[in-house]
């Protein structure tokens, strides 16, 4: 998967109206992380890596506003 097509889905999971879910964002990209080792650079797969832990509890998830701020600088 290129950068620009995580960045798409990154920002359709954020954008819910109903909140960050973080267990279906950490799901995500840990699925995205594994199936892309080899197609997206090293600093993106660390940053999925992390967002694969969320789900691990309160204190690895990320704000919404970080979430969006990370969106951002991607489309740079």
Do not use: H
């Amino acid at each position: 998967m290129e950068k620009q097509a995580v960045v798409r889905e990154l920002e359709k999971l954020v954008s819910q109206d109903a909140g960050v879910d973080y267990d279906q964002i950490s799901n995500w990209a840990y699925k995205v992380r594994l199936d892309s080792l080899r197609e997206l650079d090293r600093e993106t797969l660390d940053v999925l890596e992390d967002l694969g832990s969320m789900n691990m509890g309160p204190e690895f998830e990320w704000s919404k506003e970080d979430l969006q701020e990370l969106i951002l600088r991607w489309k740079r």
